[in-house]
């Protein structure tokens, strides 16, 4: 999630008041995946972080395994989920991240301790793009097994992912980079903190789109647009609460 002022006005759907209500579905509830390992990544800009941190939050106050997150996206100075390490602590997330020395890459200890530790869940939020995605390499023998699952997050309304074939130029160079078998695709529909139930839906629409024949595992929303989102899409759907977005670039949020 990202604030409007970076969007171009012209991606506000023009069509989606029309599109909106029109059809009814029973939508599917949201639940935490099985896996105990998530690995957050996708295209900068996608809202990795604002997705892995919520859904840290929720695994954490849902209870069961102790929640670790590991902060390891170093090619961005704002919007970074190191600058929730207070509040996810404070709700018991266990927060991992090491600060680089100049521009040399470091990973966060304890990562594979993490990773093969039965009673823990790991969240790892990667760097946007190909270059944030070299650091989990190494961690590649682990997650490619089936206590790991990759969560592909896909904003359609930016700009290199109005095409199919940039997106798949961008998957190939992520996952080659990290060295991962295969993911499930997160649609997070959103025009920032001003985003309306029918951006979602038209979101939604041009996803579709983009994946024929496949569907969502889940949809990320503004928590505020979520009961105006019930029965209009079929997809589990996330409710997200604006955390890494400072006050002053929030704009008049939901």
Known sequence: FRPESIYNNSDRPRRAAQTFQKRRFNMAEFKVPEQKNLVFIGEAGSGKTETAVNLALRMAREGGRRVHFFDMDQTKPLF??????????????????????????????????????????????????????HMIGQFSHLLNGE????????????????????????????????????????????????????????????????????????????EGLCSKLEGQIREPLLPIRLNTVPEWLAGSGT
């Open 147 to 222: 206590n790991t699952r990759v969560l592909y997050i896909v904003n359609p309304f930016r700009p290199w992912s109005g095409r199919r074939e940039d997106i798949d130029v961008t998957m190939r160079r992520v996952l080659g980079a990290a060295r991962l078998s295969g993911f499930s695709l997160v649609a997070n529909p959103n025009l920032g903190p001003d985003t309306r139930p029918e951006d979602v839906l038209e979101g939604l629409r041009r996803f579709s789109g983009l994946f024929p024949g496949e569907e969502a595992l889940f949809v990320c929303a503004l």
């Open 80 to 133: 970074r989920a190191r600058d929730c390490e207070a509040q996810l602590e404070r709700e018991g997330v266990v927060f991992h991240f090491q600060a680089q020395y100049l521009d040399a890459p470091t990973v966060a200890s304890g990562v594979i301790e993490t990773l093969r530790d039965e009673s823990s869940a790991v969240l790892m939020d990667i760097g946007g793009g190909a270059h944030g995605s």
